[in-house]
């Protein structure tokens, strides 16, 4: 289905000058990797649109480790863009994985550097609760589900910004997250029904200035998909264009 096109404010061509900006995507591999989510595929998805928006993008192999160097030296050195499609741990050890791995993942979250947030990694990071806050929600266990994956109704709230002009509401294969318990500061952008109460799966979140250290500019921002849960949900257009525009508003 054909969808409207970007909003010039959300459009935010690279400079060739400047070179290509650079994405740090954490898949779920090793630890995080669990036996529901073919994370390969999906990360295949997400990687795939970065490039296509003007990211270099790297996909470490292992994601506690990948976490440490956020830790270490000048902002400078960071990436441009933190990417994470990660799945919980069941190992019984802590996550993050390490206290330097800790260290490098609140140093994003109390930065003014963006993230995208995908699918299953609200489920993640349970010994961090600034992981909670830097999203702006979290799958809780015992509250939260799914109904079985199959054809989902997406609704498309029209009054959310720019992110959503011109997006008509929409049908993929996924599954449904219900019952996410999230922040009162979001601004969801997309829905499903399920019980007779709307859920949010899509939702852009400025975190906290309080968070952000002085002289590092404006509160980071963060972009959560519940959605994604396989590749086959990337292969809707209309799903494809909301993730390209929210990664032009996290940049912008």
């Known amino acids: 289905m054909r969808v409207g096109r970007v909003p010039e404010s959300l459009a935010q061509p690279v400079s060739p000058e400047a070179g290509p900006r650079r994405a740090m995507l954490l898949s779920g591999v090793g630890r995080y990797a669990d036996p529901w989510h073919p994370f390969a595929e999906t990360s295949a998805a997400l990687a795939g649109l970065l490039r296509e928006t003007g990211y270099d993008v790297d996909v470490p192999a292992d994601v506690d480790a990948a976490l440490e160097t956020l830790a270490l030296g000048e902002d400078s050195a960071l990436p441009d863009l933190l990417v994470v499609n990660v799945g919980l741990p069941r190992d019984e050890l802590p996550s993050p994985g390490t206290p330097d791995a800790r260290a490098g993942l609140s140093r994003w979250l109390d930065s003014a550097r963006p993230m995208l947030v995908s699918h299953v990694s609200s489920t993640s990071f349970l010994d961090l609760p600034a992981w909670e806050t830097g999203v702006g929600g979290r799958w809780v266990r015992g509250q939260s589900m ?40 979001i601004k969801v952008h997309a829905t499903h029904t399920h019980d007779g109460v709307e859920h949010p799966v899509m939702w852009s979140f400025e975190r906290s200035a309080e968070r952000v250290k002085p002289g590092r500019g404006p509160a980071g921002r963060t972009f959560y998909d519940a959605l994604g849960h396989d590749a086959a949900s990337y292969e809707s257009a209309e799903h494809r264009e909301l993730l390209h525009r929210a990664l032009a508003w996290l940049t912008d």
């Open 146 to 185: 799914h109904p079985e994956y199959g054809p989902a109704a997406i609704h498309i709230v029209p009054d959310s910004g720019p992110l959503v002009a011109g997006i008509p509401d929409f049908k993929l294969l996924d599954e449904r997250y219900s019952w996410l318990r999230t922040a009162p500061g």
